[in-house]
């Protein structure tokens, strides 16, 4: 039952493939974006407007994990140890204590884990790996078509359009597929993009 997250609405809600049916897990949420399923089966999600993360277990349990967050956007888990991209604060976070992973990065937003690593998208156009370990990084992709082509500003808040919160700006998610190859919405260009591992190709998804 794959989790969806409404950011207009606050709510988060899964689907049952099987027959169709939706089921609001929670509403109320102040801007829920990226959200990850944890190893136990718990809904992890990053509520970008309250700063926080947040988990929801199978009865529906709200439980606070990460708090004083600046602001959000996606979380990834590699086996217990869970991650934050905190987009304002420029910084991959871990979700236990509170640590930095990477900091000084650029609007950091999609956020996976592929073989020990995180894989980061950021404001520079370009897909980081990122050791825990040490917090060394390397370019994984670059010049990708997200977020904001180079020159051009933004006029609505980041988090705002018209004056309504709620209404997000696009938002550049990531996940890495069952190969190992990561995949990014490409949100400049409406559609999503395979990076090959070997090439560093970038091909329609």
């Known amino acids: 039952m794959p989790p969806t997250a409404s950011w207009s609405y606050g709510d988060v809600r899964t689907r049952d493939l099987s027959d169709g049916s939706v089921r609001t897990r929670v509403s109320g949420l102040r801007r829920p974006a990226g959200l990850a399923v944890r190893g136990d089966g718990v809904l992890v999600v990053a509520e970008a407007g309250a700063g926080r993360v947040v988990a929801i277990d199978a009865d529906d349990v709200v439980t606070v994990l990460a708090e004083g967050l600046a602001s959000p956007v996606d979380v990834a888990?590699?086996?217990?140890?869970?991650?934050?991209?905190?987009?304002?604060?420029?910084?991959?976070?871990?979700?236990?204590?509170?640590?930095?992973?990477?900091?000084?990065?650029?609007?950091?937003?999609?956020?996976?884990?592929?073989?020990?690593?995180?894989?980061?998208?950021?404001?520079?156009?370009?897909?980081?790996?990122?050791?825990?370990?040490?917090?060394?990084?390397?370019?994984?992709?670059?010049?990708?078509?997200?977020?904001?082509?180079?020159?051009?500003?933004?006029?609505?808040?980041?988090?705002?359009?018209?004056?309504?919160?709620?209404?997000?700006?696009?938002?550049?998610?990531?996940?890495?597929?069952?190969?190992?190859?990561?995949?990014?919405?490409?949100?400049?260009?409406?559609?999503?993009?395979?990076?090959?591992?070997s090439s560093h190709d970038r091909d329609p998804g």
């Open 77 to 197: 888990f590699d086996g217990e140890q869970g991650y934050v991209s905190d987009e304002e604060r420029g910084a991959v976070l871990r979700l236990d204590d509170g640590s930095p992973v990477a900091e000084g990065l650029s609007a950091p937003q999609g956020l996976a884990v592929r073989d020990g690593e995180v894989l980061v998208e950021t404001g520079r156009r370009r897909l980081l790996a990122i050791d825990p370990g040490t917090g060394g990084t390397r370019v994984e992709a670059d010049d990708l078509a997200v977020g904001l082509p180079p020159g051009v500003t933004r006029t609505d808040p980041a988090l705002f359009s018209h004056g309504m919160s709620g209404v997000p700006r696009q938002f550049a998610g990531l996940a890495v597929g069952p190969d190992g190859t990561p995949h990014v919405s490409a949100n400049a260009q409406g559609g999503v993009l395979r990076i090959d591992r």
